[in-house]
């Protein structure tokens, strides 16, 4: 079993950054991919980004692009979300999610029927 925590959540204005991070108790991080996912309140879980076990490959949600970073070390046992220039449209829960097969195919990063692993989620508020 693969316990994962988020921290660093809050609220932050428009046009701010904040840093997720999410640390992972597993002794086999570094073979896992991870992924982030948010849920806005009455909307469908999203995927956001996500990262290889190598930390070579990089995938993001268009809605997110050229704002949002995910990064990983392998040493820490975690994944980080760096956000900048925050919308009032980024705010939802956000949570990470661990894939042990590190994506068995190259298009099954997005789907959150392939990760194994969730966090219990950390809150992300972005006020006007």
Same mark, same amino acid.
């Given at each position: 079993q693969v316990q994962l925590v988020e921290s660093g $959540?809050? !609220?932050? #204005? =428009?046009?701010? &950054? +904040?840093? +997720? &991070?999410? %640390? =992972?108790s597993g002794r086999t991080f570094s073979s896992y991919a991870m992924g982030w996912f948010r849920q806005a309140p009455g909307k469908e879980? @999203? /995927?956001? %980004? %996500?990262?290889?076990?190598?930390? $070579?490959? !990089? *995938?993001? %949600?268009?809605?997110?692009?050229?704002? /949002?970073?995910i990064s990983r070390d392998n040493a820490k046992n975690t994944v980080y979300l760096q956000?900048?220039?925050l919308k009032p449209e980024d705010t939802a829960v956000y949570y990470c999610a661990a894939d042990p097969d590190n994506f068995k195919y190259s298009g099954?990063?997005? !789907? @959150? *029927? @392939?990760?194994? *692993?969730?966090? #219990?989620?950390? #809150?992300?508020?972005?006020?006007s």
């Open positions: $959540g809050g !609220l932050v #204005q =428009a046009g701010g &950054s +904040l840093r +997720l &991070s999410c %640390a =992972a879980r @999203e /995927f956001v %980004a %996500a990262v290889r076990r190598s930390g $070579g490959s !990089l *995938y993001y %949600a268009d809605s997110v692009k050229g704002r /949002f970073t956000m900048n220039s099954d990063y997005d !789907l @959150e *029927y @392939e990760y194994d *692993y969730w966090g #219990q989620g950390t #809150q992300v508020t972005v006020s």
